[in-house]
């Protein structure tokens, strides 16, 4: 029998008949006239890289001869070499039969003819192509015959080697004819000797088809293209990084803004660019929450939509005073009428609590299409363009990487598009919510946060301390700090504008102070809050 191993490339089973393998042993052979098998093989290496051979074997009398070729051949630990044998036909008493992974040629005694074509077996090499055909014999073998004809007559013996393995010599009856046509011929091949040539032609002689999967050619091996997709990949993640640095680098720097206006002998609050209080929790985190819905509902009694009644010590109800108008922004409409909708003119905080009653989402949703409408948000669907786009990634990827690995190889460039969705779902939650506008407005909303936190009520003439007071109250409670607003103010007398008690909160009207207001206030926000919980 005759084991391949590949070469760089190989025009393997070149010289299928020096892998012979006989059911007895043949006679020892004297040296002027060889008895036992005898070999030809006529080889022609097609244009389509396709190795056309014929095999001849004479067995005397009484012996047989069989010759088996593994069409899976280890060429290294980690890696092997595949061949196909095709157009198998075969005439005399011998058969070829091909079954677990081996062709076989089975023959007794006289002649058999054998014709096949072997597939796989080209491969390039720099600057030529080249195959290594290596074989050892586990039998005696009398003689071989060889000859191999290739597209190009430019044909040269790079190595031509026989003998046990690590005791080999060189070929003594090897040539190559000035047409281009290599001979081979030896008598009185023993069991255990090799044969070891290796044939060089010019580049691009044949297609190269060799099937060597190993290290270098696994469907994840690290490849050009592979190297150039995560390349790219890289590429992409700092840019993508980059950008994300820059764009939260943007911030405008928050001056303290004077919320006071002075006009007159009169000190008014004024909001910078008209922010709101709901409009400016939105601006602060990106997003609404039920402590901004609450603030919306404290300046709309502020500003005289809303009668807060106190009814309890933990009880409250809203009661309409004026209808809304178009002083109300989209977002404060949808508050409004959720809160009071149309043929209701009062409704009590335990009312409202009731299940299904208020509608969340549409009135968070309002108040982020708000900030788009005005320009301080990007469009939420363009925000969402790179959470498709990764989602996208991802898939394609998935889909890359299994094709790449059953048919073409490269499945490593699969996983990088695949890493380039996930990089893009990952970043999605980084790349800006605000728009430039958006920015300079938060930078505005933190600079009247910084302004209010600086005021007294001293600075404030008695008769305009409970407006001020109340119109700041709403923005405080967005940034949790109206409990320090309160303090501040509590020992004003709401009275000193010759109304009693706040004009939009009642249940205090005979209070000098705010002391018993500072008490129960935490608690009717908390209660609104409750009313819009965290979905």
């Known amino acids: 029998m005759l084991t391949f191993r590949g070469g760089a490339l190989a025009l393997l089973l070149a010289l299928t008949g020096l892998l012979a393998v006989f059911g007895t042993s043949a006679p020892a052979a004297r040296a002027q006239e060889p008895v036992g098998s005898i070999l030809y093989l006529d080889m022609t290496l097609n244009r389509e890289g396709v190795l056309e051979v014929t095999e001849r074997v004479t067995v005397p009398p009484g012996e047989r001869f069989t010759m088996t070729l593994p069409l899976r051949v280890q060429i290294s630990e980690d890696s092997e070499r595949r061949f196909a044998v095709t157009d198998i036909e ?44 290596f074989g050892v014999l586990n039998v005696d073998l009398a003689e071989i015959h060889a000859s191999l004809i ?75 293209p592979v190297l150039v997709a995560f390349g790219l990949l890289l590429a992409a993640l ?49 997003h609404s929450d039920p402590t901004d819905i609450a603030a919306t509902v404290v300046d709309l009694a502020v500003r005289n939509y809303l009668w807060i009644s106190r009814i309890g010590e933990t009880q409250w109800r809203l009661v309409r005073v004026n209808p809304a108008d178009d002083q109300l922004r989209a977002y404060e409409r949808t508050v409004y009428e959720a809160l009071l909708p149309p043929g209701t003119d009062a409704v009590t905080m335990a009312e409202l609590a009731a299940p299904g009653r208020l509608p969340t989402k549409p009135l968070r949703r309002a108040m982020v299409t708000d900030a788009v409408d005005r320009g301080a948000f990007i469009d939420p669907v363009r925000r969402r363009i790179p959470l498709w786009l990764g989602g996208g990634l991802i898939v394609l990827g998935a889909a890359v990487t299994v094709l790449a690995a059953l048919l073409a190889g490269h499945a490593l460039v699969g996983v990088a598009i695949a890493l380039a969705g996930g990089a893009l779902l990952a ?38 301390r409970e407006l001020v007071f109340s119109r700041g109250l709403p923005y405080m409670v967005v940034w949790s700090r109206a409990d320090n607003w309160v303090r501040t103010f509590r020992d004003i007398d709401p009275s000193a504008d010759d109304d009693p008690g706040l004009y939009w909160f009642g249940g205090f009207e005979g209070d000098r102070d705010l002391h018993r207001f500072a008490v129960h206030f935490p608690y009717f926000i908390t209660a609104i809050e409750s009313l819009f919980p965290t979905e």
């Not at 011929?185 to 060597?212: C, F, K, M, W, Y």
């Not at 909001?271 to 709901?278: E, R, T, V």
Request: proline residues 10%.
């Open 238 to 286: 700092v840019a993508l990084a980059a950008y994300i640095f820059w764009v939260r680098r943007q911030s405008v720097p928050a001056e303290p803004m004077e919320p006071l206006v002075r006009n007159g002998g009169r000190t008014h609050f004024s909001s910078p660019a008209g922010i709101l209080p709901g409009e400016a929790g939105v601006l602060l985190d990106g």
């Open 90 to 133: 075969t005439s005399g008493p011998g058969s070829a039969t091909i079954a677990d992974d081996l062709f076989t040629v089975d023959a007794g005694p006289g002649e058999t003819t054998v014709r096949y074509s072997v597939r796989n077996t080209v491969s390039d090499a720099e600057g030529s192509q080249v195959f290594r055909w």
């Open 150 to 224: 290739s597209p190009s007559f430019e044909m040269g013996i790079v190595e031509c080697l026989l003998g046990p393995i690590g005791n080999t010599r060189p070929c003594a009856q090897v040539r190559i004819e000035p047409d281009g046509v290599m001979y081979l011929d030896q008598t009185n091949l023993r069991r255990g000797e090799s044969v070891d040539l290796t044939l060089q032609i010019p580049p691009g002689t044949v297609p190269p088809n060799a099937d060597i999967t190993g290290p270098g050619d696994s469907p994840f091996a690290v490849t050009g």
């Open 427 to 464: 970043a999605q939650r980084f790349l800006p919510v605000r728009t430039a506008f958006g920015r300079t407005l938060t930078a505005q909303v933190r600079g009247l946060q910084r302004g209010l936190e600086q005021v007294t009520s001293r600075q404030i003439p008695p008769g305009d």
